[in-house]
């Protein structure tokens, strides 16, 4: 359990009027009387790929904060609607230029360090893409490169480092 806040809205997304509060089962919730509507604060999701072979690990590098400079492994948010899967498929498309063949979940990481969406989960896939030309988002990303495992780069986010030490941990 992360001891954090959920963003502190004061108007309705709907009618922009202030929010009132209400107690509802011992809880103080924030509530527009006009609406009628409850805001229930909840976590968002991203998905990360872990694309590694023969000893190597692609990896793209921040253009932006958070960790702008740093390296991850390609990730991102899950859109409204998409199932992490297709997310992972869009996402490894859109961040590497490769397409994924197969996916494997590996572990659901709580992320402990993002600003912009905290306590968000992470769902950590193990990728096999197709070969082929690596070009990544330069909107968002400034280098995509494969690393050898012996000789990694700077990894900012802290999930992405749990994942690394475990990627390391197994063989490859
Ligand atoms: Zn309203």
């Given at each position: 359990m992360l001891a954090i806040k959920p963003?502190?809205?004061?108007?309705?997304?709907?009618?922009?009027?202030?929010?009132?509060?209400?107690?509802?089962?011992?809880?103080?919730?924030k509530f527009c009387n006009s609406c009628n509507w409850t805001y229930y604060p909840h976590v968002a999701g991203a998905v990360g790929a872990v694309i590694a072979k023969k000893g190597k690990v692609l990896m793209v590098q921040r253009k932006r904060e958070p960790y702008k400079g740093t390296w991850m492994f390609p990730a991102g948010f899950i859109d409204y609607g998409e199932h992490p899967k297709e997310t992972l498929e869009r996402e490894v498309k859109e961040e590497t230029g490769l397409r994924l063949v197969k996916a494997e979940l590996i572990d659901v990481l709580q992320s402990e360090d993002d600003y912009r969406s905290l306590g968000h989960f992470c769902f950590f896939y193990r990728v096999e893409v197709k070969n082929g030309e690596i070009?990544?988002?330069?909107?968002?990303?400034?280098?995509?490169?494969?690393?050898?495992?012996?000789?990694?780069?700077?990894?900012?986010?802290?999930?992405?480092?749990?994942?690394?030490?475990?990627?390391?941990?197994?063989?490859n």
């Open positions: 963003p502190n809205y004061k108007h309705c997304p709907f009618c922009g009027k202030r929010l009132n509060i209400k107690t509802e089962e011992g809880e103080k919730r070009k990544t988002d330069e909107e968002e990303n400034s280098d995509i490169k494969w690393f050898d495992l012996k000789k990694l780069p700077k990894i900012g986010w802290k999930g992405h480092q749990v994942m690394m030490r475990r990627l390391l941990g197994e063989k």
